[in-house]
């Protein structure tokens, strides 16, 4: 249950109202050095430069620096830079780290964007640019609340601003290990989620876990004429279909035996919305039971997202000697996800029909996450986000991953850690015209400047 506004912990009014105000005194400025953010296109993906993203981290140092924060570092531990800052609170106060990510995606194709992505522009209230929202928001949302407090936020403060997150974070694991003491909190607030909807806030409590696997099918030493050995020899994409099918049952509920199932919240969610919001055609029915917070967000997922056969143009009258397929697990909260991997794997293998060769092999594994959501931190939050949006938040699930949530979560086990975010459903983060709805921006700069005066009072 969610605590009332006025529930575990006193803020005066006049005290809300000063930040309220504080923080809108700081919204222009924030505007400002965000779009500042997004002309720089830190994308960190390999294959684009990466002299961009060391310029983003500078200019990330330089608004810590600009914000009071002491010890302000670049980090490099072998992958693009992340950025610390420190800011001493009084004695005895609750230590808090600050996340987000001064990287973005690859823009994508530019003629899919209704302006330039790394130009910002605002139309009908919303800034669009790439990293508008993800996540360049959320370093500006920390900045927002540390100002907003003058430089002297009633907590001890780390913020730190990781290079690599939309490339799977490689040296992340490393850059924790590396300043392990220096990043240590008793809360972590983690700015790279979403809001339910316009207007209602949200924190997120629960994630799936990522596997994405390879299976290949080999049924012959060397491809064969369809029409001589066809009807006796079996070709390996007929194979592969065949093994596939047995991911899902006839409702199209994940059918391998032994991956974990969870039940999520109810949250408002329709079937018209979610056929909208996805574009499901008509007539196309929803696959799984149970309820779709469930199916989303508690539930595993199984997905082909890959498939190497002939192309239809170059196919001949052949038996395809061998196929392969990539697969995109989403493992639920609550299971390890090298373990859902091995039972995936073991799935496939144990299913391959009429004795053909199946062989899988992992790619990548990212852990699924559920926090802990009682505590005084968690009420903190609830009741921050209360006071800046006029309206309780919900706990929600998000289906997909953020695997360096996971990383936090085994570092530090005893933090509580809050996933907060600066999304609603319209942004299109990683897709062409991202957006920031800049009505809930400042609202959600007046939570986070809130909770960390709540946070303040938990202090001894
Ligand atoms: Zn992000």
């Not at 779009?35 to 294959?47: C, G, N, Q, T, Y």
């Not at 066809?230 to 390996?236: E, M, N, Q, R, Y």
């Not at 099918?245 to 969610?269: K, M, P, Y």
């Not at 397929?325 to 299971?335: N, T």
Request: one cysteine or more; glycine letters at 10%; a negative charge.
């Amino acid at each position: 249950m969610t605590s009332s506004t006025t529930g575990t912990s006193d803020l005066p009014a006049a005290r809300l109202a000063e930040l309220r105000a504080a923080v809108a005194r700081e919204m222009p400025g924030v505007r400002r050095d965000l779009e500042a953010l997004v002309r720089i296109p830190s994308v960190s993906e390999e294959a684009f430069d990466q002299a961009h993203v060391a310029a983003s981290a500078h200019a990330v140092a330089e608004l810590l620096r600009g914000a009071g924060m002491q010890d302000v570092e670049v980090l490099d531990e072998g992958g693009a830079p992340a950025v610390v800052g420190r800011l001493p609170g009084p004695d005895g106060a609750p230590q808090v780290l600050l996340y987000a990510h001064h990287d973005v995606q690859p823009p994508g194709e530019e003629s899919d964007w209704t302006s330039a992505p790394f130009e910002p522009v605002e139309r009908e209230g919303r800034l669009y640019g790439r990293g508008a929202a993800d996540d360049k928001a959320g370093v500006m949302a920390h900045l927002a609340a540390i100002r907003a407090h003058d430089g002297q936020p009633p907590v001890g403060l780390t913020i730190f601003v990781e290079g690599e997150e939309e490339s799977g974070s490689p040296s992340l694991g490393r850059i924790l290990a590396a300043h392990r003491d220096k990043l240590a909190a008793d809360v972590l607030v983690l700015a790279d989620s979403t809001n339910w909807k316009i207007g209602v806030p949200a924190l997120t409590t629960s994630l799936r876990g990522l596997v994405e696997a390879y299976v290949e099918v080999r049924t012959l030493d060397h491809s064969v004429h369809s029409g001589m050995y066809g009807g006796a020899a079996i070709d390996a994409v007929t194979a592969m279909i065949r093994l596939l099918a047995t991911l899902h049952d006839d409702a199209g509920n994940v059918a391998v035996q032994g991956l974990v199932s969870g039940e999520a919240a109810e949250l408002d969610l329709t079937e018209e919305q979610l056929r909208a919001d996805a574009g499901v055609l008509d007539g196309v029915q929803l696959i799984g039971e149970g309820s779709l917070t469930s199916r989303l967000w508690t539930k595993p997922a199984l997905t082909v997202v890959g498939f190497d056969a002939t192309s239809t143009a170059k196919a001949s009258n052949t038996l395809a000697a061998k196929a392969k397929a990539k697969i995109s697990m989403r493992v639920a909260p609550g299971q390890d996800a090298n373990e859902a991997y091995e039972i995936l794997a073991e799935h496939l293998r144990s299913h391959a029909p009429w004795g053909v060769k199946v062989d899988v092999v992992v790619r990548e594994t990212g852990q699924p996450f559920a926090a802990d959501v009682d505590g005084p931190a968690y009420d903190a939050a609830r009741a921050a986000f209360a006071d800046a949006w006029g309206v309780q938040p919900v706990d929600m699930g998000i289906g997909g991953s953020i695997p360096f949530i996971a990383d936090f979560a085994a570092l530090y086990p005893d933090a509580a850690i809050l996933v907060t975010g600066v999304e609603d459903p319209d942004t299109r983060a990683h897709g062409a015209d991202e957006s920031l709805h800049l009505g809930e921006f400042e609202r959600v700069c007046v939570a986070e400047a809130v909770l960390l005066e709540r946070l303040g009072q938990l202090g001894s």
